[in-house]
């Protein structure tokens, strides 16, 4: 009885995570559908009535969306028993849900349809970077099992899915209003940021392309005087550090990843990394080729009919709320829970300074708009440099930098 017991409990388990991801994909595949109807609202040029419901029916299924996220995180929370925050493949899926809760509320204040049209598409590279870090359900290590892993991871990703929101409309500003008729450091710097996103979206392209195809090749490398085995998901261009190839009939990498990279598979994730960017840098060429404009020129005719005061008060109103937040989770919190696991509030782990520097940039941010005046543009440009500083900490520090969070 106690064996059929445990199998059934496996059996129920296993439901739920299939259920999970299953939510997590219908999510994603609902976000993308609601871009489209915010895209083809903006498109509704003098015809109101048409563009209010076709954007009611963008945020309508972002709802639904939102709906299928939270279905994806209270199965998978029921199925390992934690709260889901206690990976890399958690975190960054949960940071996404905030970003669309973030959207939502500025959606249901403001009506600005034209935030969906990026804000959505946002969410989704972040969700679809997700997929880089292993999916498994694994236990936590000790010194995440405590009562402070749901309190201060996702007080941490709020604040950082509100603040990101910040950027979006910061974005949507520049668009708007740089003069796109002459080559300037303005549109090159405009670009450059398109660009980045162009890269981000060609990560979901190429993985897509490789998972559909089924690639897989295995390397066995050495680390901390273990000897691992990591599963490329995609041909080797950057193999792992003093790595050997065991699968058969693969081609053989290009270069080696540094020594440098620290973290767990860090080979698969250079090579991702080089993987996406080669992909967008692909799909940003094309897009110029085929529209024979800058990228910002071509988005440009959507956003002029958004407000850009409107653009700018949401730019700041996400910051003010996004700020506090931000530090109750990534300083306040997070010093309590340190003092609790490691017996100190403070220690320089590179996950703690770059939390600080966020911080120190948001302040900045806030002091240079209230005292200083900045307003407009350059307010504008110091939403997409907060952004930046918040995907180098998701990004560049997990990936290259290693410490006490480097569990994650």
């Known amino acids: 009885m106690k064996a059929m017991a445990a199998r059934g409990i496996k059996m129920d388990t296993k439901t739920l995570i ?14 993308l559908a609601a871009t489209f109807f915010f895209g083809a609202a903006i498109r509704d040029k003098g015809r109101k009535n048409k563009q209010g419901i ?29 709260a889901p925050l206690g990976n890399m493949f958690e975190f960054v899926t949960f940071f996404g849900m905030t970003m669309v809760l973030g959207f939502i509320i500025i959606w249901f204040i403001y009506r600005i349809n034209v935030m969906g049209l990026l804000a959505l598409p946002v969410a ?3 969700i679809a970077y997700a997929s880089v870090f292993p999916r498994e359900i694994a236990p936590l290590g000790p010194s995440l099992q405590s009562n402070w892993l749901p309190i201060h991871v996702s007080t941490v990703s709020l604040g950082n899915g509100i603040l990101s929101i910040s950027f979006v409309a910061g974005l949507i500003y520049l668009i708007r209003q740089i003069d796109q008729s002459k080559r ?18 060609g990560f979901s392209v190429i993985s897509g392309i490789f998972d559909g195809a089924g690639y897989k090749a295995d390397f066995e490398y050495m680390q901390d005087n273990k000897t691992l085995t990591t599963e490329y998901r995609m041909p080797a261009i950057a193999g792992p550090y003093e790595g050997k190839l065991l699968t058969k009939e693969k081609l053989q990498p290009w270069i080696e990843t540094p020594s440098w990279f620290h973290g767990k598979d860090s080979g698969r994730k250079f090579n991702t990394v ?33 407000k850009p005061e409107l653009l700018d008060e949401v730019s700041y109103r996400a ?61 504008a440009w110091l939403a997409v440099v907060g952004f ?3 995907m180098f900490n998701l990004v560049a520090v997990n990936l290259i930098l290693a410490g006490l969070h480097s569990y994650a």
Do not use: C
């Not at 299939?18 to 976000?31: E, H, K, Q, R, V």
């Not at 306040?332 to 320089?348: E, K, L, P, T, Y």
């Not at 302040?363 to 708009?369: C, D, E, G, N, T």
């Open 18 to 31: 299939s259920i999970s991801g299953t939510a997590l994909y219908a999510a994603f595949l609902l976000y």
């Open 54 to 82: 076709t954007g009611k029916i963008g945020i309508t299924i972002t709802l639904l969306g939102f709906d299928a996220h939270l279905v994806y995180f209270v199965t998978r929370w029921i199925a390992s028993g934690h």
């Open 184 to 201: 300037s450091r303005q549109t090159v710097w405009l670009e450059i940021v398109l660009l980045s996103l162009y890269m981000f979206v």
């Open 124 to 126: 989704m590279i972040v």
């Open 274 to 306: 080089i993987w996406s960017a080669a992909t967008g840098a692909a799909m940003y060429v094309l897009t110029r080729l085929i529209a024979r404009r800058r990228v910002g020129a071509l988005l440009q005719p959507l956003m002029k009919r958004t």
């Open 319 to 379: 910051v003010a709320i996004g700020f506090p937040v931000f530090t109750l989770g990534g300083l306040i919190f997070a010093s309590i829970w340190a003092q609790i696991a490691w017996d100190r509030f403070w220690g320089w782990d590179p996950k703690e300074v770059w939390a600080l520097v966020t911080w120190f940039f948001y302040a900045a941010f806030l002091h240079l708009r209230l005292s200083r005046g900045w307003h407009g543009e350059r307010s």
């Open 388 to 390: 930046a500083i918040i």
